[in-house]
Structures are given as structure tokens and as C-alpha cells.
């Protein structure tokens, strides 16, 4: 089974902190993401990479950046946490282009931002 | 703009009993569609996935269709059990890794 971790479940962090949110996939997957799930907004895609230290920014990319220095692991960072980056966040990775892949998602990390 | 709409937002239906999900889409192209399980506080799962070709797919009592011309899926949950308390999320791929993801239809199973 592949299997997706998450660092966290649940964080709390201060605005202004600088926050890092990690990711390990053990299948050998080339493709990686983040998204954020909101309440009524479903979820929404901050960046993907599809290769190693390759990243490509997705619908919602403002104030987050990413490192991807192996292939099993996506980090997501906050440069400066800010209120409106409470959320959920989804790590999820697939074995090719996900238009024909399968994404398999983490449990996810319910971030507080105070 | 690929858009993914879902109804209802959310249901309550009775153990045991059937219940129905809609999904609209004006994805384009067109790739497949993926319906996903999304537990309370948990990533989702998926259940489903269908491409152009294919007008339904079922898994245990979770049958999906898809109807590419008027472009629509619908989920259908048979026998309903209180673990299928959940977000079902339909997911529609135009052929790469830009995902559209519906909003989730919200499903409460009551004793």
C-alpha cells in the first residue's frame, strides 16, 4: 500500500513565525503536492513537483514556498505565517502525471496560525 | 475556467437506506473523473475512477456513473452504514496534474 505521511497533525504556530510542513511518501512516486482545504472552498492546489528540486506553483502560491531535495520528501514553507493561513493542509503524491495517476493523499495537518 | 459543482451540499439519510450524489463539470479536456471518500479530519481516499469511455464503476455498495456527453457523474450509495458518514468529493482530471476538485457533498448516516 503506498502510504503518505505528515509531520504534524495538529499545529500551532504564532504570525510571523516561519513554519515547515513535511511530507514522505515511501513508493517512489516523481509527482508530490500541497493543497489547502477550506470550508466551502474545497481543495486548492499551493504548488506540485514533479521531479526532484522541480516545483511548479499552483492556483494559490502566495506566501508559501517549497523544497523537495529527495524524491521521497515535499516540504511546504511558511515563510511568515499569517491568520489567513489557518487551515488544513493535504500532502498528496502520484506515480506520474495525475491526469492519468492516481493521487494518494496524507492525513493531513490542521494548522492554527494566532 | 474548469469548474466542478456538486449537490446537494449535504445529506442526512437513514442506516440501510440508498442515497444518490450529483457532479457537473465543465473540465475540458477531459482525462477522467475520480470520486474520493474524505473522512472527518482525515485525507481522502479514493473510490472510483472512470474515464471518457466508461458509464459506470462500482466498488463493494459505492457505484459511480458518467455520462461524458452532458457531462455529469453521479455517486450512488447503496444500503447506507454509519460509516459512510463522510465528504464525497468529486475530482475531474484534464489530463495533467491541475486536478479540479468539487466541494464535496456531505453525507450523515443516522441510526
Known amino acids: 500500500d503506498v502510504k503518505v505521511t505528515q509531520s504534524s497533525r495538529y499545529l500551532v504556530k504564532r504570525t510571523g513565525e516561519k513554519v515547515f510542513l513535511e511530507c514522505v511518501q515511501d513508493?517512489?512516486?516523481?509527482?508530490m503536492f500541497w493543497y489547502r482545504q477550506d470550508p466551502g472552498l474545497g481543495l486548492r492546489l499551493i504548488y506540485f513537483?514533479?521531479?526532484?528540486?522541480?516545483?511548479e506553483k499552483g492556483d494559490i502560491p502566495e506566501g508559501y514556498s517549497v523544497s523537495r531535495e529527495k524524491k521521497e520528501r515535499f516540504s511546504l514553507i511558511l515563510e511568515s505565517a499569517s491568520t489567513n493561513q489557518t487551515s488544513m493542509y493535504l500532502c498528496?503524491?502520484?506515480?506520474?502525471?495525475?491526469?492519468?495517476?492516481?493521487?494518494?493523499f496524507g492525513p493531513g495537518t490542521r494548522l492554527t496560525v494566532t | 475556467k474548469n469548474q466542478v459543482e456538486q449537490s446537494p451540499q449535504s445529506l442526512i439519510i437513514l442506516e440501510g437506506k440508498n442515497c444518490t450524489l450529483q457532479?457537473?463539470?465543465?473540465?475540458?479536456?477531459?482525462?477522467?473523473l475520480r470520486w474520493y471518500k474524505q473522512d472527518t479530519g482525515r485525507g481522502p481516499v479514493s473510490l472510483t475512477i472512470?474515464?471518457?469511455?466508461?458509464n459506470t464503476k462500482s466498488n463493494g455498495r459505492y457505484t459511480a456513473t458518467l455520462d461524458a456527453d452532458t457531462k455529469q457523474s453521479s455517486l450512488h450509495i447503496t444500503a447506507s452504514q454509519l460509516s459512510d458518514s463522510a465528504s464525497y468529493i468529486c475530482?475531474?482530471?484534464?489530463?495533467?496534474?491541475?486536478?479540479?476538485f468539487g466541494k464535496g457533498n456531505q453525507v450523515v448516516v443516522i441510526p
Open positions: 498528496a503524491s502520484s506515480l506520474g502525471a495525475s491526469g492519468f495517476y492516481e493521487q494518494y
Open positions: 513508493m517512489d512516486h516523481e509527482n
Open positions: 513537483s514533479y521531479d526532484v528540486k522541480m516545483k
Open positions: 457532479c457537473n463539470y465543465t473540465v475540458s479536456p477531459f482525462s477522467n
Open positions: 472512470m474515464t471518457f469511455s466508461e
Open positions: 475530482v475531474v482530471s484534464p489530463g495533467n496534474n491541475r486536478l479540479a
